[in-house]
């Protein structure tokens, strides 16, 4: 999994309410059971002129040139409603978006993106609106960071804003670790157990 402590990038707003994983992704977009191949999926419903098409819709943010490259997103609340399917935030993070600002999430969604290296930020709904706007005038030049490590997003009008995150996703995303990979951590205290528990109850064990 890929880690992530401080980005910079280019924010684009995409601030609607309750958007749900069948616009993330719609399940006709679905082709593969990998994570590869989702990223001309995303978003398909309105980054395209026709459904099935793939003529690009100018009128949609990532299409503008303004916000060529995001790597951030500014969204309304509850964002990733719907379906738990993992492809949505496959796709995202194909496309390149690394983190994603709204005032909530839907719960399935946000811990897909710990697991999957896209770190959610839970800010308050003036406080995205606000950075939107201070984006809007150059977003290539007017970028927005977040940074992990002292939980702050900093506009570029050099305003912090302070957010939580769980230790435990905290510690996933700066390490790059998965659910499997943060659990061997504690393979010592496992192995220990295990040790102890082999000499008080040796009868459960199937020795070769």
């Given at each position: 999994?890929?880690?992530?402590?401080?980005?910079?990038?280019?924010?684009?707003?995409?601030?609607?309410?309750?958007?749900?994983?069948?616009?993330?992704?719609?399940?006709?977009?679905?082709?593969?059971?990998?994570?590869?191949?989702?990223?001309?999926?995303?978003?398909?419903?309105?980054?395209?002129?026709?459904?099935?098409?793939?003529?690009?819709?100018?009128?949609?943010?990532?299409?503008?040139?303004?916000?060529?490259?995001?790597?951030?997103?500014?969204?309304?609340?509850?964002?990733?409603?719907?379906?738990?399917?993992?492809?949505?935030?496959?796709?995202?993070?194909?496309?390149?978006?690394?983190?994603?600002?709204?005032?909530?999430?839907?719960p399935i969604f946000r811990m897909n993106c710990v697991r999957n290296g896209i770190l959610p930020v839970r800010l308050p709904p003036e406080v995205v609106a606000s950075l939107a706007a201070s984006v809007a005038s150059d977003p290539q030049a007017r970028r927005v960071t977040v940074d992990l490590l002292r939980r702050i997003v900093t506009g570029p009008d050099a305003v912090g804003h302070a957010f939580d995150l769980e230790p435990e996703s905290r510690e996933m995303l700066l390490e790059g670790l998965d659910a499997i990979d943060l659990t061997l951590k504690l393979r010592p205290a496992i192995d220990a157990f295990v040790a102890n528990d082999r000499t008080a109850r040796p009868w459960i064990y199937l020795d070769a």
């Open positions: 999994m890929l880690s992530f402590d401080v980005l910079t990038g280019v924010a684009a707003p995409l601030l609607r309410a309750n958007v749900d994983t069948d616009a993330i992704i719609p399940s006709r977009e679905m082709k593969s059971v990998s994570k590869r191949g989702l990223a001309e999926g995303l978003f398909a419903g309105w980054r395209y002129t026709a459904i099935g098409g793939r003529d690009p819709n100018p009128d949609f943010v990532l299409n503008r040139p303004e916000f060529a490259g995001a790597s951030i997103l500014l969204c309304g609340e509850n964002f990733g409603c719907g379906s738990s399917r993992e492809h949505a935030v496959w796709a995202l993070l194909e496309f390149g978006i690394r983190a994603i600002l709204a005032p909530s999430f839907a």
